[in-house]
């Protein structure tokens, strides 16, 4: 396997193409903590968590298999795969599906909104992005908005939560290392098509724990609102937010990305607000001021290097036949 030549650049300016992909990004997510208050009022965590991703991959082989598309990842780069399939499908999907249900969408939420500084710290660790205290604030700030606007809309920290909440940290601190571990994969490999083999291998080990929690559940009792959550788990988020959190994530600094898609929490809660016919407070408008200031540190920094591929198919990889 050839090495793929890569360059170091400073993350000015966004393109518009690159912030049409955070815009997306943004509102996509946003439903997310409503397609799972649907999905998990009749499907076990365990079953909807698997499940999601077994369908997402059947998704993106459809997709990619047609195209001859699909490359196989060298020998090399299996044993992190493998890990990446754990991390992402049984260990996240448990964590998160299981900390809803013992919790709720907004300590999910809130949980979350850690994600831009513990990918800040990990992208910096690992050279990615160069350490920077407007970064670092930037981040910070921005989850310090989107706690202002949840606890304010709601979100008691009760005692009985904190099963939930400890199984919901987990879940953020697998995804923000899920963002940052396969970033170089999708660059050598092309984002969809290292969802893909992350899908299968995740999917293929918890094989036995949804085959067993299958036994026991009822299908006839699942509702059809908690099919659409599940389609929209699967399809939308698992595919497409995934692939352009990928793909953003190799043009762009890490740690932008994620303070920007921190903008889907407070959306969710407008998207609620509209539904129930009530107006934002200033405690949410203080939160939304706070989530800007940070996402603005973020958004345009000269001094922060970021190294990216020469040439990306953010589908397949940048050269055919490179990777055999």
Same mark, same amino acid.
């Given at each position: 396997?050839?090495?793929?030549?890569?360059?170091?650049?400073?993350a000015?300016?966004l393109?518009?193409?690159?912030?049409?992909?955070?815009i997306?990004?943004t509102?996509?997510?946003?439903?997310?903590?409503?397609?799972?208050?649907?999905?998990?009022?009749t499907?076990?965590p365990?079953?909807?968590?698997?499940?999601?991703?077994?369908?997402?991959?059947?998704?993106?082989?459809?997709?990619?298999?047609?195209?001859?598309?699909?490359?196989?990842p060298?020998?090399s780069?299996?044993?992190?795969?493998?890990? !990446?399939?754990? =991390?992402?499908v049984?260990i996240?999907?448990?964590?998160? /599906?299981? +900390?809803?249900? &013992? *919790?709720? $969408?907004?300590?999910?939420?809130?949980l979350?909104?850690?994600?831009?500084? !513990?990918?800040? =710290?990990?992208?910096?660790?690992?050279?990615i992005?160069? /350490?920077? +205290?407007?970064? &670092? *604030?930037? $981040?910070?700030?921005?989850?310090?908005?989107?706690?202002?606007?949840?606890i304010?809309?709601?979100?008691?920290?009760?005692?009985?939560?904190i099963?939930?909440?400890?199984?919901l940290?987990? *879940?953020? $601190?697998?995804?923000?290392?899920?963002?940052?571990?396969?970033?170089?994969?999708?660059?050598?490999?092309?984002?969809?098509?290292?969802?893909?083999?992350?899908f299968?291998?995740?999917s293929?080990?918890?094989?036995?724990?949804?085959?067993?929690?299958?036994?026991r559940?009822n299908?006839?009792?699942?509702?059809?609102?908690?099919?659409?959550?599940?389609?929209?788990?699967?399809?939308v988020?698992?595919?497409i937010?995934?692939?352009?959190?990928?793909w953003?994530m190799?043009?762009?600094?890490?740690?932008?990305?994620?303070?920007?898609?921190?903008?889907?929490?407070?959306?969710t809660?407008?998207?609620?607000?509209?539904?129930?016919?009530?107006?934002?407070?200033?405690w949410?408008?203080?939160?939304?001021?706070l989530?800007?200031?940070?996402?603005?540190?973020?958004l345009?920094?000269p001094?922060a290097?970021?190294?990216?591929?020469?040439?990306?198919?953010?589908?397949a990889?940048?050269?055919?036949?490179?990777?055999?």
């Open positions: 396997m050839s090495t793929q030549p890569t360059l170091t650049r400073r000015g300016a393109s518009a193409i690159d912030l049409t992909a955070l997306a990004i509102l996509l997510a946003s439903f997310t903590a409503i397609a799972v208050q649907w999905a998990v009022a499907i076990p365990i079953v909807g968590g698997i499940l999601r991703f077994t369908l997402a991959a059947m998704i993106i082989g459809l997709i990619l298999a047609p195209r001859q598309k699909l490359p196989i060298h020998r780069d299996w044993l992190r795969i493998i890990i !990446l399939g754990i =991390v992402c049984p996240n999907q448990v964590a998160f /599906w299981g +900390g809803v249900a &013992l *919790a709720n $969408a907004s300590h999910s939420a809130m979350y909104s850690t994600t831009p500084v !513990l990918v800040t =710290v990990m992208a910096c660790l690992m050279h992005e160069r /350490w920077s +205290g407007r970064v &670092l *604030a930037g $981040a910070i700030l921005a989850a310090l908005g989107v706690l202002v606007i949840l304010n809309s709601g979100l008691f920290l009760k005692s009985s939560f099963r939930g909440d400890m199984l940290l987990v *879940a953020a $601190a697998t995804w923000s290392g899920y963002l940052v571990f396969s970033r170089d994969l999708n660059g050598r490999y092309g984002s969809l098509a290292v969802q893909f083999w992350i299968v291998t995740g293929l080990i918890s094989l036995p724990l949804l085959i067993f929690e299958s036994t559940l299908w006839s009792h699942i509702t059809i609102k908690s099919w659409l959550g599940l389609a929209y788990l699967s399809l988020v698992a595919v937010v995934f692939f352009l959190f990928n953003s190799r043009r762009q600094p890490p740690s932008r990305v994620a303070t920007f898609s921190n903008a889907a929490y407070p959306l809660l407008i998207w609620e607000a509209l539904i129930n016919r009530h107006l934002p407070g200033i949410f408008l203080l939160g939304s001021a989530l800007l200031t940070g996402m603005a540190l973020t345009y920094r001094a290097v970021i190294n990216i591929s020469e040439e990306l198919d953010p589908i990889g940048s050269t055919p036949g490179e990777n055999k």
